[in-house]
């Protein structure tokens, strides 16, 4: 099946500095998603992204859909305590596998302050 | 908009019983709807994929007897662990996708399941 590598596993950061996590696959996505996940909390989805060289901007966050349609980044500018958290990016298949979505292994993203 | 809630968030339960997890999509309707298991300090490992009215579709190793998935409606499907063993203890989420588009998963809250 379909298999993601997320990194960097885990980031130590302080406060104001930018953070940048990356997820490549051996197979093609339709879709990628990035979710942010708090302790014992459900994921929410942060930016989805369509199309193969699509960037898109959610107020401090940024990603892009990589041309290839195997990869996908997520930045994050000026982070902040509350940024702290685990960042998950998804891959969405399509065909009859249709609206699956395949999970990266997270990266833990600490903020000091 | 997009919220989904589910019910119990902990849950508490002797080994050989049977627990259900409530998943409900509260303002949209959902045709399709994921259940996740999670273990601590990993990531979301598909269970099955649950399409209203219709039977669930399992993941590999998943046993669809001990898992038992029922998407009455658009709103709502439910995960029953069944004849329940230590080893099922897990966080277990679900996402609804939105009728007429599957490009977006919403996620419940989790449910904290502990079998002693």
């Known amino acids: 099946g379909q298999q993601l590598n997320q990194s960097p596993q885990s980031m130590f950061i302080q406060e104001g500095e930018d953070v940048s996590m990356n997820c490549t696959s051996s197979?093609?996505?339709?879709?990628w998603l990035w979710y942010k996940q708090d302790p014992g909390e459900g994921p929410v989805l942060l930016i989805a992204l369509y199309k193969a060289g699509e960037l898109t901007s959610n107020g401090r966050l940024t990603a892009q859909f990589g041309i290839t349609r195997k990869d996908s980044f997520l930045n994050i500018s000026a982070s902040i305590p509350s940024d702290v958290g685990i960042y998950f990016c998804?891959?969405?298949?399509?065909?009859?596998?249709?609206?699956?979505?395949?999970f990266g292994q997270g990266t833990i993203l600490t903020v000091h302050p | 908009g997009a919220v989904v809630s589910q019910h119990p968030s902990r849950v508490i339960c002797k080994s050989g019983t049977s627990v259900k997890i409530e998943c409900r999509s509260l303002?949209?309707?959902?045709?399709?709807m994921f259940w996740y298991r999670q273990f601590p300090k990993q990531s979301l490992m598909l269970m099955a994929t649950?399409?209203?009215?219709?039977?669930?579709?399992?993941e590999q190793g998943v046993e669809k007897d001990k898992f038992l998935i029922n998407h009455a409606s658009l709103t709502l499907s439910t995960l029953t662990v069944t004849s329940a063993h230590p080893e099922d203890s897990s966080f277990y989420i679900c996402?609804?996708?939105?009728?007429?588009?599957?490009?977006?998963?919403?996620f419940g809250p989790g449910t904290r399941l502990t079998v002693t």
């Open positions: 996402s609804a996708s939105m009728t007429g588009s599957s490009y977006e998963q919403y």
């Open positions: 649950s399409n209203e009215g219709s039977k669930a579709t399992y």
């Open positions: 303002d949209f309707q959902a045709t399709t």
């Open positions: 998804a891959g969405q298949e399509g065909g009859t596998s249709y609206g699956k979505l395949t």
């Open positions: 197979s093609i996505f339709n879709t």
